[in-house]
Structures are given as C-alpha cells and as structure tokens.
C-alpha cells in the first residue's frame, strides 16, 4: 500500500515548505484558515499536465471566491515552472520538488511502467486540505478531463 493510500479523510496533511517558480519559499501553514487544493502532476508541458494546469488556471477565481488556493506540484525544476507558467499564462502558484520528498510524502512518487521500463515518477493525484489543515478529499488516479470540475464541486460541498 501507498502512502498515498494511506492518507485518508480526517488525518492531517503533510506540512512541507517548497520553492516556487520565482525561488520563494512556500509553505502549507501559510494557507491555514483556508482550502487548499494541493495536486501533483508528472511533467511540464506535457499534454495532460497542460490540459489540467489551464484548467485550474481558468478556474482560479472561482475556487477563490470559496476560500480556496491551487498549488500545483511536479519535480521539475523552478525554471521550467517559469516557462510552464509563462507560455501558457498559468495564474496559481507552481512548486518545485526537485528531491521529491513532498511527492514521496503524499504517495505521490511511485514505479511506473512505460515501453516495458519501469522507473520511479509523479503520479497524478490531488488533495483538497481543509482549513484546519487536514485532508479533506483525496483523489488517488486522476483523471485529467473533468477533474477539475470534481475538485470545485468538491469545495463547493465542503465548504458549504
């Protein structure tokens, strides 16, 4: 069983402190108080992971107006985060875990299989956290068409 699996409703998430794609530190207890919609992705600019960084772009301020704040996490490094985020005018905040300790952390690192290689890579996931700090919601497999409508309507329901 993953971590990941392991991390369920009511249990208080991980803390952790990231750079984000300018360099400043950002930690999980900034966001006490508030919702915070914490999700993992494999790759810059790779479809999927494009499909859902626009997604949660587009719906940025709608998750907003509920109190709650995006971060986007990936081990790709601060300068391809700046590329991300600029070429496709990405307006959440992008974190960059290099060690993958925060993914590995969330069950979020894990073996994969591609043209018969297995290797270690960021599993697409997400965690919506409450205001108290403890997960809320998890989504293991995402999905990336419609999850992001999932997440809000998650938030919505949530936060009441």
């Given at each position: 069983?993953?971590?990941?699996d392991?991390?369920?409703a009511?249990?208080k998430?991980?803390?952790?402190c990231l ?9 999980l207890?900034?966001?006490?108080g508030?919702?915070?919609?914490l ?10 992971c494009t ?8 719906a ?7 109190n709650?704040?995006?971060?986007g996490?990936s081990?790709?490094?601060k300068?391809?985060?700046?590329k991300?985020a ?20 969330y ?7 591609m043209a018969?290689k297995?290797f270690?890579g960021?599993?697409r996931s997400t965690?919506l956290?409450?205001p108290?700090?403890k997960?809320?919601?998890t989504?293991p497999?995402?999905q990336?068409?419609?999850?992001v409508?999932?997440v ?6 949530l936060?009441?």
């Amino acid at each position: 069983m993953s971590k990941a699996d392991k991390l369920r409703a009511g249990e208080k998430a991980p803390d952790f402190c990231l750079p984000d794609k300018d360099g400043n530190k950002v930690c999980l207890k900034e966001y006490a108080g508030k919702w915070v919609v914490l999700y993992f992705y494999p790759r810059d600019n790779t479809p999927g992971c494009t499909i859902e960084a626009k997604g949660f772009t587009d719906a940025r301020k709608e998750f907003e107006k509920h109190n709650a704040y995006i971060l986007g996490v990936s081990n790709d490094s601060k300068e391809s985060h700046c590329k991300f985020a600029d070429k496709h005018g990405l307006s959440f905040t992008l974190l960059s875990d290099e060690e993958n300790e925060v993914l590995d952390r969330y069950g979020a690192w894990k073996p994969k299989k591609m043209a018969g290689k297995e290797f270690m890579g960021s599993i697409r996931s997400t965690f919506l956290i409450d205001p108290e700090g403890k997960i809320a919601r998890t989504w293991p497999k995402v999905q990336v068409h419609g999850h992001v409508k999932e997440v809000l309507d998650a938030v919505k329901e949530l936060e009441g």
